[in-house]
């Protein structure tokens, strides 16, 4: 696909509302809560069924998410032969929260784009599970593990069925709840609980913009179904408008790992890596391009709130790739490329009508290669003691030939190279950047194009690292004080590596082909339409993205091909490479900014509550306790001290008449 032809918003075809409780003749969809079901009834067997589960809850757990594609797949299919018209459909299961004007049902949207979603999430997803069969097989809580990932699985159908932004959010905190769980899965590991903690709290400053956007939604149109929203939106001022479109962003940078809220998404690498593959790949950080896709009628209407996307899209695949350039953790390099690539995608949503579509093209491709690069990145953890240090590693390609042939495909599919699955995705998004008005196509455009070079360079330093040059892992020990002893990891984990290797290669071209994706979203996200180009010709841009792609390449060879690979890190280093180490300071910013004038803020609180509210309190109560006790001590029982206190009053009335007399 090309910036030619792209896609527009603007039509979208009537909803067709079914009942799961009535026949019809849309048989497949009339069932299409079993999505949800299966995955969720998954977990919770495996998690009420403890440890009597251990035998077989790993084969319940894949065999639920594999049934749910194959559903997924027949429901795909079903759409697909429906008219055009007939492919948006809503499926009402029950009325959720029926209070006064606040009506919500719970139901599905059955349509292109929550389908090719349905089919992202359970594919790769059951792949990725029937990879963590093999790769947590020596782990005692397996079955616990499986659950988990069920529930993950759940909550992301869930978020991308909802009929309405109340459901999307229940999926969407349903997803953090799940996240939290599996990247803390290593309880015992300080870094892992403290890695999950953070990316709970910086997934709830997220989760509040969006929370906050659907209160206004309802505020102002009284509904939060998609298709009520969508067709009263227009009616709303322009600056209603902007603010809900900037809180559904700040959403969508919370849950998709987008600046300033990146900083959890490399950390969350403390989990298992198929719980990276998974988070990484195809669920959870797609999350926030899904919502601003659905939510094309909105921004559709704020162009300032398209450039706000634009511009966190562009800084984020910036970010990404400047400290994927330094580090030496191959699972945090995968981490900052996810990063980078989920950049592109928002950039590309950002973009508009034309660009909508190209968002979810390079998702999907994204989905194939990353999901193969982090569990070939497992795969060479499961050989080498989960060592993570690439400088350990080293000439892995002899003994690894599997992972080293799929993970290189993922590698070269990541980079652009010619007609795999990134270079057709990432191509077309580079070329409608370009095709921007005026400075913001030189900057959108000419930003994208330096991301290319640059993922090229650490991706290539990747490779070279892990497979290539001496193998670095004989003379050392892990950190266990083991050897090493490199292998190839069993069929159960290099078949799913082999499956999304395929797609990495042909993806691609097999989406864009005759804009076979982009005619398929219409329904979703609006007609299609030719566009115009930008300054540069379409045949010069691709020349130089290739171009800007071996220069990348050719660089991190010349740093790190050419020469021995020191075991440790050099300390003497420029202030980018020290500032990349350190994430581009971005935890410390976030830090001043944000964490430590909240807890000075919590402190003072704290401090306020305990001595001005508390201590009111104590105060009075103190102060009521000692003139009981004072007047108490005036109660002696004897007659003749209740006589002189009478006689003493008297004397003071008569005193206090008499002035009163002869005032």
């Not at 809900?244 to 950390?267: E, V």
């Not at 190839?488 to 590596?497: K, N, Q, S, W």
Request: hydrophobic share 50%; proline share 4%; glycine share 12%.
């Amino acid at each position: 696909m090309t910036g030619s032809s792209l896609l527009a918003g603007g039509v979208h075809p009537a909803v067709h509302t079914l009942d799961a409780a009535s026949a019809s003749a849309d048989g497949v969809a009339q069932f299409a809560w079993l999505l949800l079901a299966l995955p969720l009834c998954g977990a919770v067997v495996l998690l009420v069924g403890g440890r009597s589960t251990n035998k077989w809850g790993h084969l319940l757990g894949c065999g639920t998410v594999i049934l749910a594609f194959c559903y997924g797949l027949a429901l795909f299919l079903s759409t697909t032969a429906s008219s055009v018209a007939g492919r948006v459909q809503e499926l009402h299961i029950f009325s959720w929260i029926p209070v006064n004007a606040l009506q919500v049902d719970f139901g599905l949207r059955i349509d292109p784009l929550s389908v090719t979603f349905v089919l992202l999430i359970t594919g790769v997803g059951a792949l990725i599970h029937v990879y963590s069969v093999g790769y947590m097989s020596h782990d005692a809580d397996r079955r616990r593990f499986f659950a988990y990932l069920n529930l993950f699985v759940a909550a992301m159908l869930l978020l991308v069925l909802g009929n309405g932004f109340v459901t999307l959010y229940f999926g969407w905190e349903g997803v953090g709840l799940a996240s939290y769980l599996l990247i803390g899965w290593y309880q015992n590991r300080p870094s892992a609980a403290t890695a999950a903690k953070k990316a709970f709290l910086m997934n709830r400053v997220g989760d509040v913009g969006l929370a906050i956007a659907i209160f206004l939604m309802f505020a102002n149109l009284g509904t939060t179904q998609y298709s009520e929203v969508f067709a009263r939106i227009g009616t709303l001022p322009s600056g209603t408008i902007l603010a809900i479109s900037l809180l559904l962003l700040l959403g969508a940078c919370g849950k998709s790992g987008q600046f300033p809220l990146q900083a959890w998404l490399p950390d969350a690498m403390e989990g298992p890596t198929p719980v990276s593959a998974l988070i990484h790949a195809a669920t959870m950080v797609t999350a926030g391009v899904y919502l601003i896709a659905r939510a094309n009628p909105i921004y559709d209407l704020t162009a300032d709130g398209r450039l706000a996307v634009t511009i966190i899209g562009t800084i984020t695949l910036l970010i990404g790739c400047v400290i994927g350039c330094a580090y030496d953790d191959i699972k945090k390099v995968l981490a900052y490329s996810t990063v980078s690539q989920i950049g592109y995608m928002i950039l590309a949503v950002g973009l508009g009508p034309i660009g909508y579509a190209l968002g979810i093209i390079h998702l999907l491709t994204h989905g194939f290669f990353k999901a193969g690069l982090f569990l070939g990145a497992g795969s060479v953890m499961h050989a080498m003691n989960d060592e993570v240090d690439m400088r350990k590693f080293g000439g892995l390609a002899r003994k690894m030939p599997v992972t080293f042939v799929t993970f290189g495909l993922g590698y070269l599919a990541l980079i652009g190279f010619p007609f795999l699955s990134g270079y057709y995705s990432k191509d077309a998004i580079i070329e409608a950047a370009f095709g921007q008005e005026g400075w913001r196509g030189w900057v959108f455009g000419g930003a994208a194009m330096l991301g290319v070079a640059l993922t090229a360079f650490y991706m290539t330093r990747l490779m070279l690292m892990t497979f290539f040059g001496k193998q670095r892992w004989k003379d050392l020990r892990s950190s266990e004080g083991e050897e090493f002893h490199p292998h190839e990891a069993p069929a159960v984990m290099t078949i799913p590596m082999i499956v999304l290797a395929i797609g990495s290669v042909g993806a691609g071209f097999f989406f864009t082909s005759d804009n076979r994706i982009a005619r398929w979203l219409e329904p979703s996200l609006g007609e299609l339409r030719e566009t115009g180009h930008g300054p540069i010709p379409q045949l010069w841009l691709t020349v130089l993205s290739v171009g800007l792609m071996v220069v990348g390449a050719g660089l991190a060879w010349l740093f790190v091909g050419r020469k021995p690979v020191p075991v440790t890190k050099p300390e003497k280093v420029s202030w980018v490479v020290r500032a990349a180490r350190y994430d581009l300071y971005g935890n410390a910013l976030n830090e001043a900014l944000f964490a430590n004038p909240g807890a000075a803020l919590t402190r003072a609180l704290v401090t306020a509550d305990d001595k001005g509210v508390d201590g009111t309190v104590t105060g009075v109560a103190g102060l009521l306790g000692f003139l009981s006790s004072w007047l108490r001590r005036t109660q002696t029982g004897f007659v003749r001290s209740y006589a002189l206190t009478m006689l003493g009053g008297s004397v003071l009335v008569v005193a206090a008449l008499l002035m009163v007399r002869f005032a």
